[in-house]
């Protein structure tokens, strides 16, 4: 098996899922889980090799000439992240098959899930900027169709939106950030950025890919100020936020920025950029998640949260801060993915996920409470637990940190202290206490939905119990591969009893005494949000968006006014001018006109032509304005046959015909002259005419006195009949040697045709609506 | 509107139209016509029973609507180009074959005839088309 065969094969299967529902029924859950798991055990079986450092590479041309192909690269921070993503996928789907049972289109809903499986899968194994880019571009389109999912709820719509906005935006400057990139290297394969990483911090487009990069990331990741998209993505299904929104598409901003460290990283411009915004964007998720009271929005602000400290993590960079950031990143996948399939089972059960309805639930569902314990006791960051040993290698990391040491502690603190107090309010306000009304009783869920939480729950305390063993083959070759200068440090539960243990200790007490007067500590939040961030960064974007489109409506107008004669206007003035400024700098007009071989008979048919001009203009009638254009039109037919053009005469004695006809057709809807134009409209109108007669004029002109290069009607003339086997020249040119240019033209005719047709057959609809 | 001789005139002219709308169409390609103007004529033929017999018999008496008429001139000038990618040629590049050589009934067809035919049931359906919707009621 390859893995590019792998991801083919999921997206087949995301193709073929919709269709699927009816042979499988609800065991679709668990036959789709059997894909994923397949590609854990295969990723899972490449351990051992990577281990030993051996890099696992394949590739698929492209476009080759760019640089650009499908390739993949494997080494241990790919096997890690594949892990993840398969291995939560598994248990994703086999609960998403159950969660979605009552939902419609639910094989449709397992489509887009396995569709953003194979995408993010895709991301993370990506040896080509290029090939990582469209895989990425791909997570965002999947993201959007599942936070959509209920699409006939206008807030999903929105979020879904804003969240593909957003995405999108930050995808762009991706793109941008990467073709700087290349450009020292003349390739966008990882493998020769990793080989030569000083080609790109030494030249001048450093700073700007940084940039652009962090802005993909930064947006991805949720990093402040553009969190809000990640709260607001809740209106998707719970599986959806179990996947997407915790362990997989959020991370891969942080992927990114971990992958590229051994190029982009270690810059004094890197560490402070990445600490700054993981900094606040840890501190600011932390605050806003203490006043929530949805279950789910609670966690996504602490998922805001957790993607602060993984980037200020990657900031720091020191042996610690890597070792601490890949930990944490396992350790936030576990609880996370379990928390957000447990908040969506207590909905289903319950029938609420409002924290402040919700209670003593323990009696009814004592093994999800045991499971949801569990995983609240790794978020909190206490032993033995995964999650203990990931909190302690993150203070460790910032204690040691190289400056602004205090800062980053404190904020540390802070957020682990509000872990620790949302911990507790997440089981007891939620399990213990009072028993409020339930609109339905509750009851234990299904083994299918409790099945990933538990086994997620299991993998943690697993490698919380058995660090050396199993936690750290797991993890040393990813650390290695983000910062290929510094070793992974061996992981154990006990440190014995030193600062940082001190810390986690007064961390938990500070927790637990927040919980105690928790209704105070919630008041005083509320209080300064409502005093201080009294707008939600959510309505400053939806406000910009509407002011955005706003502003490019009252552009449309001023462009597309809808008024037929004003768009010719502008077009002739265009065309005037420019050819007029032309003429005025070529050469002098010589003009060598000589009448006196001019016969009699198309002497008169030129004065026929200029009187019937100059009627058309003077006339009060519509019906004369057209007769006397049908007769110029003639008039010219005459002159065509005269110098032998007979095919230009019997198209123009056709169209001629035509135009009176659909002229006829269209006079009878046309009002009457209501009133004549003024005479400052028609002196601008005559001017307009002028300019363009005059310019069309001096052009015919000079075309017949000047040449500037051998004419192409002579090679026409030998080709015509030897190559094409036409005597028809025009004819030959048409459908032989310009075939090409015909066929645009009779699209472009017909596309004209089929927008006439509906225009009008819109309009007579709309007309009669109204009469009726 | 209802004009008798204009009816006649129209119940007659128009099958000697569309037959002489498809000789213009063949003899195109060595004397003056071609696809254009034989579409031309076409839609000219149509639009002369429209102005005697109204749009609505004028739709039921031919046996495909304007839309398709144009939608299969597209297609046709579009596959007579496809030809030349089997020979191993350029799309749209001309193939000729020739029947009955050097008898007196030698004839030669090819696909630039094809995509004028293409030319001429576009033109032709694009002009029905803009005429009917303007002269419905």
Same mark, same amino acid.
């Given at each position: 098996?390859?893995?590019?065969?792998?991801?083919?094969?999921?997206?087949?299967?995301?193709?073929?899922?919709?269709?699927?529902?009816?042979?499988?029924?609800?065991?679709?859950?668990?036959?789709?889980?059997?894909?994923?798991?397949?590609?854990?055990?295969?990723?899972?079986?490449?351990?051992?090799?990577?281990?030993?450092?051996?890099?696992?590479?394949?590739?698929?041309?492209?476009?080759?000439?760019?640089?650009?192909?499908?390739?993949?690269?494997?080494?241990?921070?790919?096997?890690?992240?594949?892990?993840?993503?398969?291995?939560?996928?598994?248990?994703?789907?086999?609960?998403?098959?159950?969660?979605?049972?009552?939902?419609?289109?639910?094989?449709?809903?397992?489509?887009?899930?396995?569709?953003?499986?194979?995408?993010?899968?895709?991301?993370?194994?990506?040896?080509?900027?290029?090939?990582?880019?469209?895989?990425?571009?791909?997570?965002?389109?999947?993201?959007?169709?599942?936070?959509?999912?209920?699409?006939?709820?206008?807030?999903?719509?929105?979020?879904?939106?804003?969240?593909?906005?957003?995405?999108?935006?930050?995808?762009?400057?991706?793109?941008?950030?990467?073709?700087?990139?290349?450009?020292?290297?003349?390739?966008?394969?990882?493998?020769?950025?990793?080989?030569?990483?000083?080609?790109?911090?030494?030249?001048?487009?450093?700073?700007?890919?940084?940039?652009?990069?962090?802005?993909?990331?930064?947006?991805?990741?949720?990093?402040?100020?553009?969190?809000?998209?990640?709260?607001?993505?809740?209106?998707?299904?719970?599986?959806?936020?179990?996947?997407?929104?915790?362990?997989?598409?959020?991370?891969?901003?942080?992927?990114?920025?971990?992958?590229?460290?051994?190029?982009?990283?270690?810059?004094?411009?890197?560490?402070?950029?990445?600490?700054?915004?993981?900094?606040?964007?840890?501190?600011?998720?932390?605050?806003?998640?203490?006043?929530?009271?949805?279950?789910?929005?609670?966690?996504?602000?602490?998922?805001?949260?957790?993607?602060?400290?993984?980037?200020?993590?990657?900031?720091?960079?020191?042996?610690?801060?890597?070792?601490?950031?890949?930990?944490?990143?396992?350790?936030?996948?576990?609880?996370?993915?379990?928390?957000?399939?447990?908040?969506?089972?207590?909905?289903?059960?319950?029938?609420?996920?409002?924290?402040?309805?919700?209670?003593?639930?323990?009696?009814?569902?004592?093994?999800?409470?045991?499971?949801?314990?569990?995983?609240?006791?790794?978020?909190?960051?206490?032993?033995?637990?995964?999650?203990?040993?990931?909190?302690?290698?993150?203070?460790?990391?910032?204690?040691?940190?190289?400056?602004?040491?205090?800062?980053?502690?404190?904020?540390?603190?802070?957020?682990?202290?509000?872990?620790?107090?949302?911990?507790?309010?997440?089981?007891?306000?939620?399990?213990?206490?009072?028993?409020?009304?339930?609109?339905?009783?509750?009851?234990?869920?299904?083994?299918?939905?409790?099945?990933?939480?538990?086994?997620?729950?299991?993998?943690?305390?697993?490698?919380?119990?058995?660090?050396?063993?199993?936690?750290?083959?797991?993890?040393?070759?990813?650390?290695?591969?983000?910062?290929?200068?510094?070793?992974?440090?061996?992981?154990?539960?006990?440190?014995?009893?030193?600062?940082?243990?001190?810390?986690?200790?007064?961390?938990?007490?500070?927790?637990?005494?927040?919980?105690?007067?928790?209704?105070?500590?919630?008041?005083?939040?509320?209080?300064?949000?409502?005093?201080?961030?009294?707008?939600?960064?959510?309505?400053?974007?939806?406000?910009?968006?509407?002011?955005?489109?706003?502003?490019?409506?009252?552009?449309?107008?001023?462009?597309?006014?809808?008024?037929?004669?004003?768009?010719?206007?502008?077009?002739?003035?265009?065309?005037?001018?420019?050819?007029?400024?032309?003429?005025?700098?070529?050469?002098?007009?010589?003009?060598?006109?000589?009448?006196?071989?001019?016969?009699?008979?198309?002497?008169?048919?030129?004065?026929?032509?200029?009187?019937?001009?100059?009627?058309?203009?003077?006339?009060?009638?519509?019906?004369?304005?057209?007769?006397?254009?049908?007769?110029?039109?003639?008039?010219?037919?005459?002159?065509?046959?005269?110098?032998?053009?007979?095919?230009?005469?019997?198209?123009?004695?056709?169209?001629?015909?035509?135009?009176?006809?659909?002229?006829?057709?269209?006079?009878?809807?046309?009002?009457?002259?209501?009133?004549?134009?003024?005479?400052?409209?028609?002196?601008?109108?005559?001017?307009?005419?002028?300019?363009?007669?005059?310019?069309?004029?001096?052009?015919?002109?000079?075309?017949?006195?000047?040449?500037?290069?051998?004419?192409?009607?002579?090679?026409?003339?030998?080709?015509?009949?030897?190559?094409?086997?036409?005597?028809?020249?025009?004819?030959?040119?048409?459908?032989?040697?310009?075939?090409?240019?015909?066929?645009?033209?009779?699209?472009?005719?017909?596309?004209?045709?089929?927008?006439?047709?509906?225009?009008?057959?819109?309009?007579?609809?709309?007309?009669?609506?109204?009469?009726? | 509107?209802?004009?008798?001789?204009?009816?006649?005139?129209?119940?007659?002219?128009?099958?000697?139209?569309?037959? %002489?709308?498809?000789?213009? %169409?063949?003899?195109?390609?060595?004397?003056?016509?071609?696809?254009?103007?034989?579409?031309?004529?076409?839609?000219?033929?149509?639009?002369?029973?429209?102005?005697?017999?109204?749009?609505?018999?004028?739709?039921?008496?031919?046996?495909?609507?304007?839309?398709?008429?144009?939608?299969?001139?597209?297609?046709?000038?579009?596959?007579?180009?496809?030809?030349?990618?089997?020979?191993?040629?350029?799309?749209?590049?001309?193939?000729?074959?020739?029947?009955?050589?050097?008898?007196?009934?030698?004839?030669?067809?090819?696909?630039?005839?094809?995509?004028?035919?293409?030319?001429?049931?576009?033109?032709?359906?694009?002009?029905? %088309?803009?005429?009917?919707?303007?002269?419905?009621?």
């Amino acid at each position: 098996m390859s893995t590019g065969l792998f991801i083919l094969i999921l997206f087949v299967l995301a193709g073929l899922a919709p269709f699927t529902r009816r042979y499988l029924g609800n065991t679709a859950g668990w036959v789709f889980a059997l894909f994923p798991f397949g590609g854990f055990i295969y990723y899972l079986s490449l351990l051992p090799a990577v281990n030993t450092g051996q890099l696992i590479m394949e590739s698929h041309a492209w476009l080759p000439v760019y640089g650009i192909d499908f390739s993949f690269y494997i080494d241990g921070f790919s096997i890690l992240f594949s892990l993840i993503v398969l291995g939560i996928g598994t248990f994703i789907l086999v609960y998403a098959g159950y969660y979605m049972r009552p939902y419609p289109m639910k094989g449709r809903f397992m489509g887009y899930l396995v569709f953003f499986m194979a995408s993010m899968q895709g991301v993370v194994v990506s040896g080509n900027l290029i090939t990582m880019f469209v895989f990425w571009e791909l997570t965002s389109i999947s993201s959007y169709l599942l936070i959509g999912y209920h699409h006939e709820k206008p807030e999903a719509r929105s979020a879904a939106l804003q969240a593909l906005l957003i995405t999108g935006f930050g995808g762009l400057a991706l793109l941008g950030g990467f073709v700087l990139m290349a450009i020292p290297y003349g390739t966008y394969e990882l493998q020769a950025m990793f080989a030569n990483p000083d080609a790109i911090r030494n030249s001048g487009l450093y700073l700007p890919a940084l940039l652009l990069i962090l802005a993909g990331a930064f947006t991805k990741s949720a990093q402040f100020p553009f969190h809000f998209w990640l709260p607001g993505a809740m209106a998707a299904p719970s599986p959806v936020s179990a996947f997407l929104h915790s362990a997989t598409m959020v991370k891969a901003g942080v992927f990114l920025l971990a992958r590229l460290n051994p190029v982009m990283g270690g810059t004094e411009l890197w560490y402070v950029l990445l600490s700054a915004f993981g900094a606040v964007t840890m501190v600011a998720g932390a605050w806003l998640s203490i006043t929530q009271t949805d279950l789910k929005r609670i966690l996504a602000y602490t998922t805001v949260s957790a993607l602060g400290t993984l980037v200020l993590l990657i900031g720091t960079g020191t042996e610690y801060a890597i070792n601490a950031m890949i930990i944490f990143l396992v350790v936030h996948a576990l609880y996370k993915g379990t928390l957000f399939m447990m908040a969506g089972n207590i909905e289903k059960m319950s029938g609420t996920r409002d924290i402040t309805k919700l209670g003593g639930l323990y009696a009814y569902m004592p093994k999800a409470a045991l499971i949801m314990g569990l995983a609240l006791v790794s978020m909190a960051g206490i032993p033995p637990l995964l999650g203990f040993i990931g909190k302690e290698l993150i203070y460790e990391a910032k204690v040691y940190a190289p400056s602004w040491r205090y800062l980053v502690v404190v904020a540390s603190f802070f957020t682990n202290v509000v872990l620790v107090f949302l911990s507790l309010r997440l089981w007891l306000d939620v399990f213990g206490g009072k028993t409020p009304a339930y609109s339905k009783k509750p009851a234990e869920p299904s083994l299918a939905l409790i099945i990933g939480p538990l086994f997620l729950v299991l993998a943690s305390l697993v490698m919380g119990l058995f660090p050396a063993t199993i936690a750290t083959p797991l993890t040393s070759a990813a650390v290695i591969s983000v910062s290929p200068t510094i070793g992974a440090i061996k992981l154990k539960i006990w440190h014995g009893f030193n600062l940082v243990l001190g810390l986690s200790a007064l961390t938990v007490l500070c927790g637990v005494l927040v919980y105690k007067y928790k209704e105070a500590v919630i008041g005083f939040a509320n209080k300064v949000n409502l005093r201080y961030f009294t707008r939600e960064f959510a309505q400053l974007f939806s406000a910009g968006i509407e002011y955005f489109l706003l502003i490019t409506k009252a552009q449309t107008k001023n462009i597309q006014h809808g008024y037929h004669r004003f768009y010719l206007m502008t077009i002739f003035v265009v065309a005037s001018i420019l050819v007029w400024s032309i003429i005025w700098r070529s050469d002098p007009l010589v003009l060598e006109l000589d009448f006196s071989d001019m016969p009699l008979n198309l002497v008169a048919v030129v004065v026929l032509i200029v009187t019937a001009a100059l009627s058309a203009v003077a006339t009060h009638s519509r019906i004369i304005a057209l007769i006397a254009t049908g007769v110029i039109g003639f008039g010219i037919t005459i002159i065509f046959i005269a110098f032998s053009g007979v095919d230009l005469a019997i198209t123009m004695v056709m169209v001629e015909v035509l135009m009176v006809i659909m002229a006829v057709a269209v006079l009878y809807h046309l009002p009457r002259y209501v009133k004549y134009s003024a005479t400052g409209a028609r002196m601008r109108d005559g001017l307009v005419a002028g300019l363009v007669g005059g310019f069309m004029m001096v052009l015919v002109l000079q075309a017949g006195t000047s040449q500037l290069e051998e004419p192409i009607s002579e090679f026409f003339k030998e080709m015509s009949y030897s190559e094409a086997f036409g005597r028809n020249i025009v004819n030959v040119i048409l459908v032989d040697f310009r075939a090409l240019d015909t066929l645009g033209e009779i699209t472009v005719i017909a596309i004209a045709a089929l927008g006439i047709f509906s225009m009008i057959k819109l309009a007579r609809e709309q007309s009669q609506i109204k009469k009726n | 509107m209802e004009s008798v001789i204009l009816q006649i005139a129209a119940r007659h002219m128009r099958p000697l139209l569309i037959i %002489l709308s498809l000789v213009v %169409l063949y003899r195109g390609h060595n004397e003056p016509g071609g696809g254009f103007i034989g579409g031309l004529m076409l839609g000219a033929a149509f639009i002369l029973y429209a102005m005697g017999f109204g749009v609505k018999k004028t739709q039921e008496s031919i046996f495909f609507s304007p839309v398709t008429m144009t939608a299969v001139g597209l297609l046709v000038a579009l596959a007579s180009g496809i030809p030349a990618l089997f020979a191993g040629h350029i799309f749209m590049t001309g193939e000729w074959v020739t029947f009955f050589q050097g008898s007196a009934m030698e004839l030669k067809l090819g696909t630039p005839l094809l995509f004028d035919l293409g030319v001429y049931f576009a033109v032709a359906g694009m002009l029905t %088309l803009v005429m009917f919707s303007i002269m419905e009621e």
